[in-house]
C-alpha cells in the first residue's frame, strides 16, 4: 500500500494547494526529485510528466493511515483527476520511495522548466 506523496507544485508548503493537503501529512516530510519533465502551463500551477530522463524536484510526505483515504480521494478532487486534467498515478522516488504523484494528462504544449523546480520560476 501507497502511504507517501510526492508533491512539485501547488501542494507544496507556502503554495495555494497546500492547506488542503497539510492535515493529512504526518511530518515536516524531505526534499525528494522523481525522474521525469516539469513544464509551465502559464496558468499558474505547473504540469508533470514522469517519464523520460530528466528530474523533478519536490518534497516527498508520508500520509496519515487512518485518513489515508480521505486524503486520496480529496487530494484527486483537487488535483483534476476527476476531470481528466491530472490522474494519481505510482512512482518511485530518487530516494527510493513508493510515492503517489500527480501526473498531467493532456498535451503538453507548455514550455519546459529546465531545473525541474516549479519553486525556481516564481522567484
Not at 486534467?85 to 527510493?96: H, M, Q
Amino acid at each position: 500500500m501507497i502511504t507517501h506523496l510526492f508533491v512539485y507544485g501547488t501542494l507544496r508548503p507556502g503554495q495555494p494547494r497546500w492547506p488542503f493537503l497539510e492535515t493529512f501529512v504526518v511530518d515536516e516530510g524531505h526534499d525528494d526529485s522523481a525522474t521525469g519533465t516539469l513544464y509551465d502551463t502559464a496558468h499558474g500551477y505547473p504540469a508533470a510528466r514522469f517519464d523520460g530522463c530528466n528530474k523533478i524536484y519536490g518534497r516527498i510526505y508520508s500520509l496519515r493511515f487512518d485518513r489515508l483515504n480521505e486524503a486520496l480521494e480529496l487530494l484527486d478532487e483537487v488535483e483534476g483527476a476527476v476531470e481528466d486534467l491530472f490522474e494519481r498515478v505510482a512512482i518511485t522516488t530518487s530516494s527510493g520511495l513508493e510515492a503517489w504523484a500527480y501526473q498531467y494528462c493532456g498535451q503538453t504544449e507548455f514550455s519546459e522548466i529546465p531545473s525541474g523546480d516549479w519553486l525556481s520560476t516564481l522567484s
